[in-house]
């Protein structure tokens, strides 16, 4: 069975500091996907990024960054000088949908509550 | 282009009522699913539907059941509602079923059972 534990429950930075948000994930497939969300006070979930379990290489999108390590099960989301409008509920979440269909239902952890002060 | 859309944005009900609730995917995406979301906890997969099947289900009693129409929209029914039931409930649409399908969720319906 497939399982994403965000240990981190709520996280209060000021504003321009760094924050890393953690994410554990198991799995018995070889091939999955991983995935994060954002979710501001509106509730809507807004996609972030997705990586394949092929792919290690981390990856920057402008203040966001991503550390995916398979050795340790972990998918570690950093915001580099962090702002105000960062402040909303992040999950993380896993996929084993392989790629000739059958459903790729996601399974996602409990998610983190950043707020970012000034 | 307009994202997932979902209706009502909000509902209330009382024990032991049904309750429907609708979606409408992103353009160009054929499968949706829908999800719960309990206060303060991560969305909890409830069902996917894709060519008008249901494909995939989690763990969630037959109270639950859905559907999905030719133009891809879709609906989740739930009966007998009790207290436990009060919830977000969060459609996601993608363009197919497979794992490098990324899920785009609408703004979700938030139902409340007295």
């Known amino acids: 069975a497939q399982k994403v534990t965000q240990a981190q429950t709520e996280i209060s930075v000021v504003e321009k500091e760094d924050v890393t948000l953690d994410c554990v994930y198991e799995t018995r497939d070889t091939t999955y996907y991983l995935f994060w969300y954002k979710q501001p006070p509106s509730g809507e979930l807004v996609f972030l990024i997705r990586r394949n379990s092929f792919d290690e290489q981390n990856e920057i999108s402008g203040r966001y960054s991503w550390n995916f390590q398979k050795s340790t099960s972990s998918f570690n989301f950093t915001i580099t000088a962090s702002q105000v409008v960062d402040s909303a509920v992040y999950f993380c979440a896993l996929s084993e949908g392989g790629l000739t269909g059958g459903g790729n239902k996601l399974t996602f952890g409990t998610g983190t509550q950043l707020k970012v002060e000034l | 282009d307009a994202g997932v859309t979902q209706s009502p944005t909000h509902l209330i009900k009382t024990r032991g009522q049904q309750v429907t609730l609708r979606c409408s995917p992103k353009s160009g995406h054929d499968t949706v699913s829908w999800y719960q979301q309990a206060l303060g906890q991560g969305p909890q997969f409830i069902f996917q539907?894709?060519?008008?099947?249901?494909?995939q289900r989690g763990n969630f009693p037959d109270r639950f059941s859905g559907h999905q129409f030719p133009n891809y929209s879709s609906e989740l029914n739930v009966n007998a509602l009790w207290l436990g039931d009060s919830a977000l409930y969060l459609c996601a649409s993608s363009p197919g079923g497979r794992g490098t399908d990324t899920q785009y969720f609408g703004p979700g319906t938030r139902l409340t059972v007295l």
């Open positions: 539907y894709y060519e008008e099947e249901e494909r």
